[in-house]
């Protein structure tokens, strides 16, 4: 297979961070060095409009509220060392339509909220999976865990000390109160509510730099395994992304309780395995990884100027007394899942996709332009320190 | 300030290895685009063209050689006395090397940095510099790794792993004073 692309979207003057497609509509925003975030169409691939005012330094990272309707929301974390809420009321037609507005008017964003309280440069900002729960994470070592009780009025419900080092990346699960953060300390740790505290749960060690970006495989994609239930994704400086597993958790409301205990509850402990490596790509800091919802598949980018796409396959099953060679190369065995020997292999890899430039950010989204051939179509953006993001396709 | 190296050893200027003498009549084709900056210069005052880009760049141009990288960066100031790194054999040419990435899209500097003491604390500043002064200089498809040479100082890895941090260096770049004293540095750049 090979990326093909779709188009690019007009630049930025500066370097763009990172990108984030919208859960729902057919919406991606920048973080850009000019201290900006544009939102632009992926119907039309058109600029809908920019925020701006908000910080005083570049915006290193943004996110989008998941699980809210008539309204959307980002949140922006700059080096200024503040994060932003802004507000936008989509009108109804805005889900017919997918965010394409109806003039030429930039409607207008409304910066809600600063939120203050870190020491340095907020590094990245992460939505929890119900919207309920925003991460920030910065230079100063620390995790912040900010509730919203009403709208606009958030409350920090932790603050996590445990990282030695700059935080570079947060991320929740997609589906538990789970998060994860990772470090320029070179490890990932993962964090979850005890009674009343957010306690870090989970150290992975293995990495031999900075890790750059996490992200978690989505309930539902292909080899996703019910029982397994989490893996995650981890790329870093030592040019290598590798997959964890969980293997067990305690402590939980759910497991706990028919376990009886001395104290109130075991401590809330999980144990993550390091599963596999990606095949070695990049020769420069892999930047950003991420994990399709859709096929299960894995982008990543980097200062080599590379994007590569992963994908993983059931492997030739080690010679076993029982399993008949899996017939179908789509579908996971049923007989796999006890002794997982899935491989990844890459299908795909560009050299040069945003010319001579580093690339700072990868993204799958859904496929929304004219050009879609099937629901369940899927598309890259990436995006670079030419100031661009490009869109792409993976085609045969 | 106290003083981190009182009285380094210091090098001749006329036994310091350049190019730049001969070309003072006919700069070559990359001293003379020096002024169009390329990517993220925090000096930049004017706004930099398209065709500008295009001319300078790649394979176009004469190949950019070590020395024309030692050229580039031998005349940054100490921070801390009155010479360049060059006369302090902070930069020595034999510590530069380019060595082209099999793709040919994008080439690697590697610059390797002698501390004229084993703890000086100037280091990190003294290698931002450098890379200010290269990224400034060079086409956007050098990729630049700034380095304390091995066993050179005391806590260099820790340095390079600053150095060599792209978020780090750019944030680096936005604040005031830190970027007050590269600007100091960079003045005495030919």
């Given at each position: 297979?090979?990326?093909?692309?779709i188009?690019?979207?007009?630049?930025?003057?500066?370097?763009?961070?990172?990108?984030?497609?919208?859960?729902t509509?057919?919406?991606?925003?920048?973080?850009?060095?000019?201290?900006?975030?544009?939102?632009?169409?992926?119907?039309?691939?058109?600029?809908?409009?920019?925020?701006?005012?908000?910080?005083?330094?570049?915006?290193?990272?943004?996110?989008?509220?998941?699980?809210?309707?008539?309204?959307?929301?980002?949140?922006?974390?700059?080096?200024?060392?503040?994060?932003?809420?802004?507000?936008?009321?989509e009108?109804?037609?805005?889900?017919?339509?997918?965010?394409?507005?109806?003039?030429?008017?930039?409607?207008?964003?409304?910066?809600?909220?600063?939120l203050?309280?870190?020491?340095?440069?907020?590094k990245?900002?992460a939505?929890?999976?119900?919207?309920?729960?925003?991460?920030?994470?910065?230079?100063?070592?620390?995790?912040?865990?900010?509730?919203?009780?009403?709208?606009?009025?958030?409350?920090?419900?932790?603050?996590?000390?445990?990282?030695?080092?700059?935080?570079?990346?947060?991320t929740?699960?997609?589906?538990?109160?789970?998060?994860?953060?990772?470090?320029?300390?070179?490890?990932?740790?993962?964090?979850?509510?005890?009674?009343?505290?957010?306690?870090?749960?989970?150290?992975?060690?293995?990495?031999?730099?900075?890790?750059?970006?996490?992200?978690?495989?989505?309930?539902?994609?292909?080899?996703?395994?019910?029982?397994?239930?989490?893996?995650?994704?981890s790329?870093?400086?030592?040019?290598?992304i590798?997959?964890?597993?969980?293997?067990?958790?305690?402590?939980?409301?759910?497991?706990?309780?028919?376990?009886?205990s001395?104290?109130?509850?075991?401590?809330?402990?999980?144990?993550?395995v390091?599963?596999?490596?990606?095949?070695?790509?990049?020769?420069?800091?892999?930047?950003?990884?991420?994990?399709?919802?859709?096929?299960?598949?894995?982008?990543?980018?980097?200062?080599?100027?590379?994007?590569?796409?992963?994908?993983?396959?059931?492997?030739?099953?080690?010679?076993?007394?029982?399993?008949?060679?899996?017939?179908?190369?789509s579908?996971?065995c049923?007989?796999?899942?006890?002794?997982?020997r899935?491989?990844?292999?890459?299908?795909?890899?560009?050299?040069?996709?945003?010319?001579?430039?580093?690339?700072?950010?990868?993204?799958?989204?859904?496929r929304?332009?004219?050009?879609?051939?099937?629901?369940?179509?899927?598309?890259?953006?990436?995006?670079?320190?030419?100031?661009?993001?490009?869109?792409?396709?993976?085609?045969? | 300030?106290?003083?981190?190296?009182?009285?380094?050893?210091?090098?001749?200027?006329?036994?310091?290895?350049?190019?730049?003498?001969?070309?003072?009549?006919?700069?070559?084709a990359?001293?003379?685009?020096?002024?169009?900056?390329?990517?993220?210069?925090?000096?930049?005052?004017?706004?930099?063209?398209?065709?500008?880009?295009?001319?300078?760049?790649?394979?176009?141009?004469?190949?950019?050689?070590?020395?024309?990288?030692?050229?580039?960066?031998?005349t940054?100031?100490?921070?801390?006395?009155?010479?360049?790194?060059?006369?302090?054999?902070?930069?020595?040419?034999?510590?530069?090397?380019?060595?082209?990435?099999?793709?040919?899209?994008?080439?690697?500097v590697?610059?390797?940095?002698?501390?004229?003491?084993?703890?000086?604390?100037?280091?990190?500043?003294?290698?931002?510099?450098?890379?200010?002064?290269?990224?400034?200089?060079?086409?956007?498809?050098?990729?630049?790794?700034?380095?304390?040479?091995?066993?050179?100082?005391?806590?260099?890895?820790?340095?390079?792993?600053?150095?060599?941090?792209?978020?780090?260096?750019?944030?680096?770049?936005?604040n005031?004073?830190?970027?007050?004293?590269?600007?100091?540095?960079?003045?005495?750049?030919?």
């Amino acid at each position: 297979m090979k990326l093909q692309k779709i188009t690019s979207l007009p630049p930025h003057p500066d370097r763009i961070w990172s990108i984030a497609v919208h859960p729902t509509l057919p919406l991606i925003a920048t973080a850009s060095s000019d201290r900006t975030s544009r939102i632009s169409s992926l119907l039309t691939y058109r600029a809908l409009s920019t925020i701006d005012g908000g910080h005083k330094r570049s915006i290193r990272s943004v996110a989008w509220k998941p699980a809210i309707k008539g309204e959307s929301v980002l949140a922006t974390g700059s080096f200024d060392a503040t994060a932003g809420i802004w507000r936008r009321f989509e009108d109804d037609l805005g889900s017919s339509t997918g965010g394409e507005y109806a003039d030429d008017e930039e409607e207008e964003w409304r910066f809600a909220v600063v939120l203050d309280g870190h020491e340095n440069e907020v590094k990245c900002v992460a939505w929890s999976a119900g919207g309920n729960f925003l991460a920030t994470c910065s230079r100063d070592k620390t995790v912040w865990v900010w509730e919203e009780m009403e709208e606009d009025n958030f409350e920090t419900i932790a603050v996590l000390q445990d990282h030695t080092q700059d935080v570079k990346c947060v991320t929740w699960h997609p589906e538990e109160e789970l998060l994860a953060s990772s470090s320029y300390d070179d490890t990932v740790r993962l964090y979850r509510e005890d009674v009343d505290d957010w306690v870090c749960c989970a150290l992975l060690e293995g990495h031999t730099s900075t890790v750059w970006c996490i992200d978690f495989e989505k309930p539902g994609s292909p080899h996703y395994v019910e029982s397994r239930s989490s893996r995650l994704a981890s790329c870093s400086d030592d040019l290598s992304i590798r997959i964890w597993t969980r293997v067990s958790r305690s402590g939980d409301a759910s497991t706990v309780k028919a376990v009886p205990s001395i104290l109130r509850g075991a401590p809330v402990e999980e144990e993550w395995v390091h599963e596999a490596t990606l095949p070695k790509v990049h020769t420069r800091a892999v930047y950003s990884v991420s994990w399709s919802a859709r096929s299960g598949r894995i982008v990543s980018c980097g200062g080599d100027g590379k994007v590569a796409v992963y994908e993983e396959v059931a492997g030739e099953s080690e010679p076993g007394p029982e399993s008949e060679p899996c017939e179908s190369e789509s579908e996971p065995c049923e007989s796999e899942q006890a002794k997982p020997r899935s491989e990844w292999k890459v299908v795909a890899e560009l050299e040069g996709a945003h010319d001579v430039f580093e690339v700072n950010g990868v993204a799958w989204s859904k496929r929304w332009d004219k050009g879609r051939k099937s629901d369940g179509e899927e598309i890259i953006a990436s995006c670079g320190d030419d100031g661009v993001v490009s869109m792409w396709e993976l085609v045969d | 300030m106290e003083t981190q190296n009182a009285n380094p050893t210091i090098l001749s200027i006329s036994d310091l290895p350049s190019r730049l003498q001969q070309k003072k009549t006919a700069p070559s084709a990359l001293l003379t685009g020096l002024t169009p900056a390329y990517v993220r210069d925090p000096f930049a005052t004017g706004t930099e063209s398209a065709s500008d880009d295009e001319s300078e760049d790649d394979s176009v141009v004469d190949r950019i050689d070590e020395q024309e990288i030692y050229d580039l960066i031998a005349t940054i100031s100490d921070p801390e006395h009155p010479l360049t790194l060059g006369e302090l054999a902070v930069i020595n040419l034999p510590h530069i090397q380019i060595t082209d990435e099999p793709s040919a899209l994008t080439s690697r500097v590697l610059v390797e940095l002698t501390p004229t003491v084993n703890h000086c604390s100037l280091a990190t500043v003294i290698g931002l510099g450098v890379r200010v002064r290269l990224e400034q200089a060079l086409p956007p498809r050098f990729r630049l790794d700034v380095r304390i040479r091995e066993g050179t100082h005391s806590t260099g890895d820790q340095v390079n792993k600053q150095l060599n941090d792209k978020e780090r260096v750019a944030s680096a770049l936005e604040n005031e004073t830190l970027m007050g004293v590269v600007r100091k540095m960079l003045e005495t750049c030919k």
